[in-house]
C-alpha cells in the first residue's frame, strides 16, 4: 500500500538516490544527464512543495511542484524502478492534480525531454496536451498542460 506525505530535509538524500535510479536509463538515449539526476533536493525540499510516496516505511518515489502564477508546475515526479507499475507514479500524478486544484490553479503544466516518450505516452493517456515543443537549459523538451 502506498502512502504519501510531504517530504522533509531528511529525504532529500533518498530523492536524489531515486532519480539516479529512475532517470538512469535515459542517459544512452539522451546524451547525457537528465536534469532531474543533478537537481537541488535539499533546496526542492526546503523552496517547493515536494512528496515523498511510501512502500511500508520506505521512500520509492517523489513529487516536486511549483506554485507559479497562472499554473501548478510539476516540476519532477520520479519512482524507483523496482516500483515500477504499482501505481505509485500514478498516485504521485493524482496528488499533483489535487494539490494544484487546492492551490487555486485550473491547469497543471509539466515538460520532459523530447526523447522519454514512455513519458509522453503516459501523459498524453491521462489528459495532458502538448502546447509545444522547444530548448530549455540545452534539452530539447516537449511542454504538456492539463486543464483541472
Known amino acids: 500500500?502506498?502512502?504519501?506525505?510531504?517530504a522533509t530535509r531528511s529525504d532529500a538524500t533518498t530523492m536524489h538516490a531515486i532519480a539516479q535510479a529512475a532517470y538512469a536509463g535515459y542517459v544512452p538515449r539522451m546524451g547525457r544527464r537528465p536534469y532531474p539526476m543533478d537537481m537541488d533536493y535539499d533546496a526542492a525540499v526546503?523552496?517547493?512543495?515536494?512528496?515523498?510516496?511510501?512502500?511500508?516505511?520506505?521512500?520509492?518515489?517523489?513529487l516536486v511542484l511549483v506554485d507559479e502564477a497562472d499554473a501548478m508546475l510539476l516540476e519532477n515526479v520520479g519512482v524507483l524502478p523496482s516500483h515500477h507499475g504499482r501505481g505509485v507514479g500514478r498516485a504521485l500524478l493524482e496528488?499533483?492534480?489535487?494539490?494544484a486544484v487546492e492551490s487555486g490553479h485550473s491547469r497543471i503544466r509539466l515538460f520532459t525531454h523530447v526523447t522519454m516518450v514512455e513519458n509522453q505516452a503516459l501523459y498524453e493517456r491521462i489528459g495532458y496536451v502538448e502546447t509545444h515543443r522547444g530548448g530549455d537549459e540545452g534539452f530539447v523538451r516537449v511542454f504538456y498542460e492539463k486543464v483541472l
Not at 526546503?46 to 517523489?62: H, I, M, P, R
Open 1 to 6: 500500500m502506498t502512502s504519501l506525505r510531504r
Open 95 to 99: 496528488l499533483a492534480e489535487s494539490r
Open 46 to 62: 526546503a523552496e517547493a512543495e515536494s512528496w515523498v510516496a511510501l512502500d511500508d516505511s520506505s521512500v520509492v518515489g517523489f
